[in-house]
């Protein structure tokens, strides 16, 4: 069992940065796929960056080269800063974890249902 816990987010102006966290409590998430999601208004949750079991990640197209993804192993925390934030970044931002098992597991899902353990969601309002 996982559980979640962010923190982070708020109301900032375009152009400003914002630095999301997730802290995992349970057991080690090295061997978890991790995950930003976020979800605006009226949109489907879409994915915004996935850490891989072997450290990579992937950044969704939209926040390629604004926002990085990364980890604090020994406190098990997952962050997310964010930079050069748009209008169009306002929504509620969500960490997700997924176990992997073995030594050589399959990439981890873009999806949401993939996802077994979420955080609560923290709302990012970016104002022009």
């Known amino acids: 069992q996982v559980h979640l816990v962010q923190s982070g987010g708020g109301s900032v102006q375009a152009g400003d940065s914002l630095r999301l966290s997730c802290t995992a409590s349970?057991?080690?998430?090295?061997?978890?796929?991790m995950a930003w999601f976020r979800q605006a208004p009226g949109k489907e949750r879409e994915w915004v960056a996935i850490r891989d079991t072997d450290g990579s990640t992937n950044y969704a197209e939209l926040v390629k080269g604004r926002f990085t993804a990364s980890t604090d192993n020994a406190k098990d925390t997952l962050h997310l800063q964010m930079n050069s934030l748009k209008p169009e970044d306002t929504a509620m931002y969500y960490c997700?974890?997924?176990?992997?098992?073995?030594?050589?597991?399959?990439?981890?899902?873009?999806?949401?249902?993939?996802?077994?353990?979420w955080g609560q969601g923290t709302q990012v309002t970016v104002s022009s």
């Open positions: 349970g057991p080690k998430f090295s061997s978890y796929c």
């Open positions: 997700a974890a997924e176990r992997r098992y073995g030594s050589t597991p399959p990439a981890c899902g873009l999806a949401p249902d993939e996802y077994t353990y």
